[in-house]
Structures are given as structure tokens and as C-alpha cells.
């Protein structure tokens, strides 16, 4: 693959409300844009065969990853009037209830941004090469799968 | 020739390592045939190939610059 400058989408440890609420307003000055739409993926307890899941760990095969969110960015683009896009993931210790997926898509009407923000969700679900190990409350742990 | 294999996730905690050398190893099929051998744990678990970030399906020749990395399931978002 050619040299090109990859965007960072990687965060170490949970993403704060306060980076998601600076998000949105550091878009006050994109006049031009008239909707955003933003997913935030949050780490559940579930209860699996009588245990709950404390946090989460996220680990990257994090060259590859960003090169396949580049080509997603790319896609996604070509196929909506996009204004701006914005994806960070976690890595790291993640508790459950915290935040560690933020998409943020953006445009001049709602549907191209909700569009595309659900797509690019999906797509980064099954492309990027990252892996959820989920802890339980007494230290044991199972790896998480996208379904 | 000598490749380095990078593991992630569930398969670097059954092969107990985050990356591994292999001698002698021409193509990913002698590469799947070996890490069976070595490590029968690996028929648990469907794992992906990827050479120099992308992954392969049929099989590819390593040479000793190739970038290889198995992949277990993928579980961002």
C-alpha cells in the first residue's frame, strides 16, 4: 500500500463525555452542516452462565486496522455527501458502562449522516481487526465475538 | 527463510505468545499445516490469515519480508 497519512481512531482507555461534547461543538463553525448522526458503543455487563462481565480489555492489530478504516472512510464518502466523519475505539480497560466506540458523521440534511454513520458502524464491526477479551467479576474471562 | 508471525487476541493466549519464527515455511497452506501440528489447540478456534494487512483466503507465498498475523474473530465496537 502506498505511504499516506492514516487518522488515529485509537484511544487508550474509555471515551469521556466531555471528548464527545468537544466533538460537537468544535463543529459549531461548519456552517454548512445541518445534521449530525452519533453512535456510541458502550460495554455491557451481561451475565453469562451466572457471571457478570466487570469491564472489557480491547487489543489492535492497530497497522491493519487503520489502513481498513482508511478504505471504510474512503467508501463511505464516496457513497454519501458527507461533510465530516469522525471514529474513535478504544483500547485498553474498559468498564462496563463506559463508552469505547464514537462515530460521528455529519451533513447538510439527517439522512446521508444517519446513513452513513449506521454503515460505517457495521462495516468497522466486522472489518478492523480488534479484540474484546471480557473479564468477569471473580477473574475469569471469555473473548468477545461480533455476531 | 525465516517468517515472523504476529498472533492477537484468543490465539496468542492458546499459543502463549504474541509472536513466533518460523523456519522453512514457503506459503501459508505449509503455514496452516504447521501451526496445526504445533499447536492442536488452534482447531478450536476459526482464526484469519493476514499477509502484509490483508487477508488471504487462498494460498500465498511468503516471502521473508511478508508481514503475517493470524486473527482470531473480530470483536470492535
Not at chain 2, 482464526?47 to 474473530?73: G, M, Q, R, W
Request: hydrophobic residues 40%; proline residues 3%; glycine residues 6%.
Amino acid at each position: 500500500m502506498t505511504e499516506k497519512k492514516l487518522k488515529n481512531i485509537f484511544i487508550q482507555g474509555p471515551i469521556a463525555s466531555s471528548f464527545i461534547a468537544d466533538s460537537i461543538q468544535k463543529h459549531s463553525s461548519k456552517t454548512d452542516i445541518g445534521g449530525h448522526s452519533i453512535f456510541l458503543g458502550q460495554v455491557r455487563a451481561d451475565i453469562i452462565e451466572g457471571k457478570k462481565v466487570s469491564f472489557i480489555e480491547y487489543t489492535s492489530y492497530e497497522e491493519m486496522a487503520l489502513e481498513k478504516m482508511h478504505i471504510i472512510r474512503e467508501d463511505v464518502f464516496a457513497k454519501y455527501p458527507l461533510t465530516c466523519m469522525h471514529v474513535y475505539h478504544s483500547l485498553g480497560k474498559i468498564a462496563a458502562g463506559e463508552i469505547c466506540l464514537f462515530v460521528f458523521t455529519s451533513s447538510a440534511h439527517r439522512k446521508a449522516a444517519i446513513d452513513a454513520c449506521e454503515e460505517t458502524v457495521e462495516r468497522l464491526k466486522a472489518e478492523l481487526p480488534i479484540w474484546g477479551k471480557e473479564m468477569f467479576e471473580d477473574d475469569t474471562h471469555q473473548w468477545k465475538e461480533n455476531k | 527463510m525465516q517468517i515472523n508471525i504476529l498472533i492477537f487476541g484468543q490465539l496468542a493466549e492458546i499459543m502463549r505468545s504474541r509472536e513466533v519464527i518460523f523456519n522453512d515455511i514457503n506459503d501459508t497452506e505449509t503455514l496452516k499445516n504447521v501451526l496445526q501440528e504445533k499447536y492442536p489447540g488452534l482447531s478450536e478456534l476459526p482464526y484469519l490469515i493476514a499477509v502484509d494487512k490483508e487477508i488471504v483466503s487462498a494460498n500465498t507465498i511468503l516471502n521473508d519480508k511478508s508481514i503475517v498475523a493470524l486473527l482470531p474473530p473480530y470483536a470492535g465496537g
